[in-house]
Every structure is written in C-alpha cells, then in structure tokens.
C-alpha cells in the first residue's frame, strides 16, 4: 500500500496541472487581444466597420461589429422565456459564440419584441401587466435616453449579469434590449425606430 501512495499523488497532481492548464487556455480563448483591451480600457471602441442590422417588419435598426454573429432566435428558442417574446435577436463576438462557453455566456446584446397586452397603457404600466418586470418593487427603476430613443432602465436586484435592461415603446410593442458587453452598450445606444 506504501508504494502505491506516491504513484497516486503523482497522477493527481498531474490530473490537477491538465485542468489548470486546460483552464488557463480556454480563458485566454475569450479575453480580448491587446488591441481590443487597449480600446475597453480606453473606454473606446472603433465603429467604422460596424454593419447595418435592419428590421422592416418592427421598423429598427443598429449597427454592429462585422465579425459578430446576429442570430434570430426561432420558435422553439422564444417559448423558453416567460413571457414569451414576438421574436428575439442576439448580437455575439465570435470567440463567444464559438467558444467553450457558447449559450451559457449572455449575448453581447439581445433584443426581445413584446406585443403591449393594453395598447394605451403607459410603458410602466405595460411591463407591469405583461409580467415582464414582476418584482419592480424590487428594481431599480431610472428614465433612459440616447440619441435616438428613451424609455426606462430597469435593473434587478440580484447579482445575475446582465443585470440591467433597457426597454421602450413603438406602436404597441415593448423592446427590451439587454447590454452585456462595452459592445453591446454601444449597438443599444445605437439602436433607433425607421
């Protein structure tokens, strides 16, 4: 039995460096090389080859990195949510999509569209009736502005990242967009109604 002791701890030491170093690889995976890390510490981010997303059919548009993946989530994905979006899109970095983590990281950016369940309710008022902010007694609720639109942040109290979204009206539709990235506030604050 004495014998076999080392040989054990030497395979469990060697077991413990492979996920170590499997860890450290899949991390580095996902970080942003130092260009991207330049521009996130910065606070800055180069918008010149971001690409149109336009939607006719609920009048918006954003633009986004030209590398990310936009993905409109099909019927079986929106009958995961409750209450269940009219449709929903996500904005992805690549090396998230494609990554280790993929569905299981937040989207860069997700846009749900809700019908309003009383057209001539206020915005408040719509996400309270639809169910979309239950617990709004325990949110943090604020008035939201960009260039292009306005509307409310709401931001839960738990510590669940993303934490806050955004959500606004246009003919009687609740969007929700929800940021998860540097990126992903910059296409929200780029976002705006045809």
Not at 1 to 12: G, I, R, V, W
């Amino acid at each position: 039995m004495k014998q076999h002791a080392p040989k054990t701890q030497k395979k469990s030491l060697l077991s413990l460096a492979i996920i170590l170093l499997m860890l450290a690889w899949l991390s580095s995976e996902n970080m942003p090389n130092a260009a991207e890390q330049q521009n996130l510490t910065s606070g800055h981010m180069d918008t010149q080859n971001w690409i149109n997303y336009v939607d006719p059919k609920n009048q918006f548009r954003l633009s986004y990195p030209s590398d990310f993946i936009a993905h409109e989530r099909n019927s079986n994905e929106l009958l995961k949510f409750k209450p269940t979006p009219e449709r929903a899109v996500y904005f992805m970095n690549p090396h998230m999509a494609s990554g280790q983590l993929a569905g299981i990281e937040p989207a860069d950016l997700e846009l749900k569209i809700y019908r309003m369940i009383q057209s001539h309710s206020s915005l408040r008022d719509g996400l309270r009736n639809s169910g979309l902010v239950p617990e709004m007694d325990d949110a943090v609720i604020k008035n939201f502005q960009t260039k292009h639109i306005n509307g409310l942040e709401v931001c839960a109290s738990t510590m669940v990242a993303p934490g806050c979204s955004i959500y606004t009206l246009h003919t009687h539709f609740i969007f929700q967009l929800t940021p998860g990235s540097q990126a992903g506030q910059i296409m929200m604050e780029n976002f705006e109604f045809l």
